[in-house]
């Protein structure tokens, strides 16, 4: 009852006189207080039953580590949920889908891409249906460790199982090719987008120019972020760090001037990184006058 009305202190008080009146405690009772401590946002609480647990040899199940990982998860202390759910599957507890679901969006905020593939192998031994939102998790995972090539397998994957591709599915391909360095792919992504009628956003427009920023492929970056202006996504901060950037590997002074004054006139705020990157625009175009009325302003205004 505690538990359900995540009373988690109250719940824990009783699991202390219990103890105090050497009330033999068994997996059951302490899988109700860690649940209690899960239920109250109480992640530090649920480690701590778990080393009591184990330093008096009761026995963790698949409840125990589940409640535990997840209270770390809703705490946001990734790296601790990982550490569970790696002891659970070293440990070869059985996991539902759900469990499954939420150790690989652990797996994602916590950069552990290798626990990511080690779950999807085990869901497919298990033949357990993986859902999209599991396989975005795992392609995340990869995709923010540069893990590319592991990231395009599982997306291989879910052609095979015809997992319907979203638009967040999309974005987190793009993102993968983004930190793999993989343009080209990442352009391949798009023309698949649009086949499939799937409205662009600007997470999709600003991952995919920046896979090309990233290696060189400036002309393409800038041509994204006309088309994106094109159809009426909105630019956002990170738009206009890429677009900088590609004006200033480009020495496309011009355009970098035109974005300056576009910034000034829409009141969006800007740093040094802005104009520094104008600055450098205007250097590599020969504009030795415009690079220093820059850095002038760049005094007063930053």
Same mark, same amino acid.
């Given at each position: 009852?505690?538990?359900?009305?995540?009373?988690w202190a109250?719940?824990?008080?009783?699991?202390?006189?219990m103890?105090?009146?050497?009330?033999?405690?068994?997996?059951?009772?302490?899988?109700?207080?860690?649940?209690a401590?899960?239920?109250?946002?109480? #992640?530090?609480q649920?480690?701590r039953?778990?080393?009591?647990?184990?330093?008096?040899?009761?026995?963790? &199940?698949?409840?125990t580590?589940?409640?535990?990982?997840?209270?770390?998860?809703?705490?946001?202390v990734?790296?601790?949920?990982?550490e569970?759910f790696?002891?659970m599957?070293?440990?070869?507890?059985?996991?539902d889908?759900i469990?499954?679901?939420?150790?690989?969006?652990?797996?994602?905020?916590g950069?552990?891409?290798?626990l990511?593939?080690?779950?999807?192998?085990e869901?497919?031994?298990?033949?357990?249906?993986?859902?999209?939102i599991?396989y975005?998790?795992?392609?995340?995972?990869c995709?923010?460790?540069?893990? #590319?090539?592991?990231?395009?397998?599982?997306?291989?994957?879910?052609s095979?199982?015809?997992?319907?591709? &979203?638009?967040?599915?999309?974005?987190?391909?793009?993102?993968?090719?983004?930190n793999?360095?993989?343009?080209?792919?990442a352009?391949?992504?798009?023309?698949?987008m649009?086949?499939?009628?799937?409205?662009?956003?600007?997470?999709?427009?600003?991952?995919?120019?920046?896979?090309c920023?990233?290696?060189?492929?400036?002309?393409e970056?800038?041509r994204?972020?006309?088309?994106m202006?094109?159809v009426?996504?909105? #630019?956002d901060n990170?738009?206009?760090?890429?677009?900088?950037?590609?004006?200033?590997?480009g020495?496309m002074?011009?355009?970098?001037?035109?974005?300056?004054?576009?910034?000034?006139? &829409?009141q969006?705020?800007l &740093?040094?990184?802005?104009?520094n990157a104008a600055?450098?625009?205007?250097?590599?175009?020969?504009? #030795?006058?415009?690079?220093?009325?820059?850095?002038?302003?760049?005094?007063?205004?930053?």
């Amino acid at each position: 009852a505690c538990a359900q009305g995540a009373e988690w202190a109250k719940a824990l008080a009783l699991f202390g006189q219990m103890a105090s009146c050497r009330v033999e405690l068994d997996t059951i009772t302490y899988n109700a207080a860690v649940n209690a401590c899960e239920k109250g946002g109480q #992640w530090a609480q649920a480690v701590r039953l778990l080393i009591h647990m184990v330093s008096d040899r009761v026995e963790l &199940d698949a409840l125990t580590y589940s409640a535990a990982a997840n209270a770390c998860a809703k705490g946001g202390v990734w790296g601790k949920a990982v550490e569970l759910f790696a002891e659970m599957a070293a440990d070869r507890v059985e996991m539902d889908a759900i469990t499954y679901t939420v150790a690989m969006g652990a797996c994602e905020k916590g950069s552990a891409w290798a626990l990511a593939l080690v779950l999807v192998v085990e869901m497919a031994s298990a033949r357990m249906e993986m859902q999209t939102i599991t396989y975005i998790a795992a392609v995340s995972a990869c995709g923010k460790n540069a893990q #590319w090539a592991k990231a395009f397998r599982i997306l291989e994957d879910m052609s095979l199982a015809r997992v319907k591709f &979203d638009v967040i599915m999309h974005n987190a391909a793009i993102s993968a090719c983004e930190n793999g360095g993989q343009w080209p792919k990442a352009l391949q992504f798009l023309v698949d987008m649009a086949s499939q009628s799937l409205q662009k956003d600007s997470i999709t427009y600003n991952s995919a120019a920046r896979a090309c920023e990233k290696a060189g492929a400036w002309v393409e970056a800038f041509r994204l972020l006309e088309e994106m202006s094109s159809v009426s996504v909105e #630019w956002d901060n990170f738009t206009y760090v890429v677009a900088f950037s590609s004006c200033s590997k480009g020495g496309m002074w011009s355009q970098a001037l035109e974005l300056l004054a576009e910034m000034k006139s &829409d009141q969006v705020g800007l &740093d040094t990184i802005t104009y520094n990157a104008a600055v450098s625009a205007c250097e590599k175009g020969g504009q #030795w006058a415009k690079a220093l009325g820059l850095l002038a302003e760049r005094h007063w205004n930053c």
